[in-house]
């Protein structure tokens, strides 16, 4: 209980409603109906077609270490947060040799097997990139936000291009252009 002499707290307002994902995108890096029918297959191609923005060399290794925590943490418990998506992401973001925070969007053919105790197959994968995990969190109450717009993930699901995925991200008013989106 709070004295009446102490400040009231500060509201938190709607974190996930405010933070744009599309900085973090490279339209590069959004891989559409890949046939990878289980987490660990689908995050290890995801990791080894990106584009990435890596502190260590050679990129070959960088890349291996980075999926090895990756997978790590997904041993502990799946990213399968929702029926249709998955946040995959590094056990610890600090120790991983990402020079730039980044997004890799990766959508299945089939639903894939994240081993996740309530059934859910998954989709479509943000694989989650943050140098921090206060930024990964971030990401996470962003996507959890958009997965409550009622035809985000049916967009996500029927983009026909990495274009097109992105712009799930944009408000219906503000859409002409990948450019203008990431504005």
Same mark, same amino acid.
């Given at each position: #209980? =709070?004295?009446?002499?102490?400040? $009231?707290?500060? *509201?938190?307002?709607?974190?996930?409603?405010?933070?744009?994902?599309?900085?973090?995108?490279?339209?590069?890096?959004?891989?559409?109906?890949?046939t990878d029918r289980n987490a660990p297959s689908l995050i290890r191609s995801a990791i #080894? =077609?990106?584009?990435?923005?890596? $502190?260590?060399? *050679?990129?070959?290794?960088?890349k291996e270490r980075l999926l090895t925590s990756i997978l790590e943490r997904e041993d502990l418990c799946s990213t399968a947060l929702h029926p249709d998506v998955a946040f995959p992401h590094p056990r610890d973001p600090e120790r991983c040799p990402l020079g730039a925070d980044q997004i890799v969007i990766v959508r299945s053919s089939q639903p894939v097997d994240f081993r996740e105790i309530h059934?859910?197959?998954?989709?479509?994968?943000?694989?989650?990139?943050a140098r921090t995990v206060s930024l990964q969190l971030v990401w996470e109450a962003r996507l959890s936000h958009l997965l409550h717009r009622e035809d985000f993930v049916q967009r996500l699901l029927s983009a026909g291009s990495?274009?097109?995925l992105l712009e799930a991200f944009a408000p219906e008013d503000k859409i002409s252009n990948v450019d203008t989106i990431r504005a």
């Open positions: #209980q =709070r004295k009446s002499s102490e400040p $009231t707290l500060e *509201p938190v307002v709607g974190l996930g409603s405010q933070i744009r994902l599309l900085p973090y995108i490279d339209d590069r890096n959004v891989f559409l109906d890949v #080894q =077609r990106a584009r990435l923005n890596l $502190t260590e060399s *050679p990129e070959e290794a960088a059934g859910y197959q998954p989709r479509i994968a943000f694989v989650l990139l990495p274009r097109e």
